[in-house]
């Protein structure tokens, strides 16, 4: 009898861990984990910003408030910034073009309204505006997207309608469109001067974004708190996860670095090479890179009759390590992309068919032979006519990271006979460098925060004096025709036209060679906490503030529910 109760006892046993182990499996199978609403994300940011009012905003701190707190008619789309097209509606669900391409007309969402719950209508568009254009406000101090709307005209058809007739054809308009709207209802009677010290720009802004400023006192903050705005017209399909963003404010990278480090705060973008590989040994902290619109450089000014000489640029980009110096652990350690172009990989418009600078130093010689240089007198560096192949390579001073490179640079050079001196320039000095080309070769870093990737202000002949940008001095008059035709072309039907049209420019570049495109640097973003979730970054980043394209989702917390 005692050994049936046992047999049975095992039976039920092996029953029980039969259903158990079933049950289980079922459960597996029948719960998922998916993201749930709540929680926050708080984020080291290196400066803090000295102004809330996005028509003021050029720091990183103040564009990245911009963009979260403030909307503009149209904005980055969210799949890739430098997709085709890049554009997408914002406060303007849809918007009408001209055979011209010189009016536009924005029709807005019914449903946008400002963080104090009143409608967005035309009156703000028109005062952000007229308000942009005010000569009372320097323009030291405006957004960079404030010079294409100077010549502007804009109207008023009716509360949900807006028309903007420029003064010519301007194809990357729809870029300058992300122009922040604030409310007239609110700032109407600030006077434009005063604009800059109003609550609304020191600590109280009222924005149209998905997240709004929590309120505080006024002062200096080491942190700004950024709840989730469940009015905004495209939280009605979709509410971002998070319930608050933190931003919080660093001195200086190293001590951001830190933070993320300590896990007082969940992430950072823009991390140091140096850092990102000490970061990078930790296995709980993820590393998400894409390029950065951009590019580092060794400008040729045109203006210095060695460097005009063809052979010597086609001999200096070839003893040009490239790879070398992307891959050198002082240098970018890995982070970046050999350059090619002035306008960069993930851009619609950049030329993939364009091939890739060869590092040849041997070939680099038989140029310079060919052409005349050599070493007639056995001190080792080339010479022609009595005059050496000896100039200065310019970097700034205060950045380390260049002034290595610029060292490096020199070397491979100075193998294949080309003697350099490098100069280090004040960082204080810089502009007035830039301004009056003072220089006979630079090694500077660019970068193009810009949505369209029009080059004219950098590369047109019409620019070769200050203020213009064009630092090299390149002159090329079928370049410049290229570049008109581009700005002319039509925003929309016109893209393909563009593009050719830009891929013809780069060829013209890469044979003339004004500059001496080194690397396209990645931006780099960490993310210190595992719980944090669906982070990601788009192809291109055009500006910092890109990071934060997916953040509607992004998550902090999870939850099981049952089903698929």
């Known amino acids: 009898m005692l050994n049936q109760t046992r047999w049975q006892a095992a039976l039920a046993g092996i029953g029980v861990l039969i259903i158990g182990t079933v049950l289980y499996l079922v459960s597996r ?16 940011i290196v400066g803090a910003p000295q102004t809330y009012n996005p028509l003021l905003a050029r720091t990183d701190a103040e564009l990245v408030l911009a963009r979260l707190l403030f909307s503009g008619l149209t904005r980055p789309a969210a799949g890739s910034a430098g997709g085709n097209p890049p554009i997408e509606g914002d406060l ?28 967005v209508t035309a009156d703000d568009v028109v005062f952000t505006v007229k308000l942009i254009q005010d000569p009372a406000i320097p323009d030291i101090q405006k957004t960079r997207l404030a010079g294409a709307w100077q010549k502007a005209t804009v109207e008023k058809v009716d509360d949900r309608t807006v028309r903007v007739v420029l003064a010519e054809a301007y194809a990357p308009f729809l870029s300058a469109a992300m122009l922040s709207i604030v409310p007239a209802h609110i700032l109407a009677e600030v006077p434009p001067e005063q604009l800059a010290l109003d609550r609304f720009s020191t600590f ?42 933190v931003l919080r404010y ?7 670095v830190g933070a ?25 902290i993820r590393v998400i890179e894409a390029l950065q619109s951009g590019y580092t450089a060794i400008y040729l000014n045109a203006s210095d ?32 992309v050999k350059g090619t172009s002035p306008i960069p990989p993930g851009s619609w418009a950049h030329n993939d068919a364009l091939p890739q600078p060869e590092f040849d130093p041997a070939k680099a010689a ?112 079928d370049a410049d025709q290229l570049l008109v035709d581009a700005r002319r072309a039509h925003p929309i039907q016109g893209q393909p036209e563009r593009r050719e049209l830009y891929n013809r420019f780069q060829v013209i570049f890469a044979e003339q060679l ?37 953040l509607p989702d992004w998550y902090a917390r999870t939850e099981r529910v049952f089903g698929r």
Request: proline share 7%.
């Open 260 to 284: 993320v480090g300590r896990r007082e705060v969940q992430g950072m973008g823009r991390v140091p090479p140096d850092a990102l590989d000490r970061l990078a040994n930790d296995d709980r």
């Open 514 to 550: 004004p500059a001496l495109i080194i690397a396209y640097p990645a931006y780099t973003y960490v993310v210190a906490d595992p719980a944090i979730g669906n982070v990601q970054l788009p192809s291109l980043v055009v500006q910092p503030a890109d990071r934060f394209l997916s």
């Open 92 to 119: 303007a669900e849809r918007w009408d073009v001209s055979e011209d391409a010189r009016t536009y007309t924005f029709h807005l969402r019914e449903g946008a309204r400002w963080h104090d719950d009143q409608p």
């Open 29 to 44: 199978q029948a719960f998922t984990e998916r993201p749930a609403r709540g929680g926050e994300y708080v984020e080291a």
């Open 366 to 477: 038989e140029v310079l032979d060919e052409a005349g240089w050599v070493d007639s007198d056995g001190d080792e560096i080339r010479d022609r006519d009595g005059q050496p192949l000896h100039f200065t390579l310019s970097v700034r001073g205060d950045n380390p990271l260049l002034v290595d490179m610029a060292g490096q640079v020199q070397k491979g050079w100075r193998a294949v006979g080309i003697q350099v001196d490098v100069q280090e320039i004040q960082g204080a000095n810089l502009a007035a460098t830039l301004g009056t080309r003072a220089f006979s070769a630079l090694l500077f870093s660019v970068e193009l925060p810009y949505y369209d990737p029009d080059p004219y202000a950098l590369w047109h002949s019409s620019q070769i004096t200050a203020p213009g940008q064009n630092y090299a001095g390149f002159n090329s008059p």
């Open 250 to 256: 660093f001195e200086t990278p190293e001590e951001a």
């Open 204 to 245: 109280a802004p009222v924005g149209s974004g998905r997240f709004r400023l929590a309120p505080r006192d006024g002062g200096a903050a080491s942190e700004d708190r950024l709840m989730r705005f469940d009015q905004h017209w495209a939280n009605q399909g979709k509410q971002p996860y998070l319930d608050t963003v």
């Open 305 to 336: 009759p060695l460097l005009r000489n063809a052979s010597v640029r086609q001999a200096l980009s070839l003893a040009l390590d490239r790879d070398g110096l992307i891959q050198a652990k002082t240098l970018l350690g890995g982070h970046g």
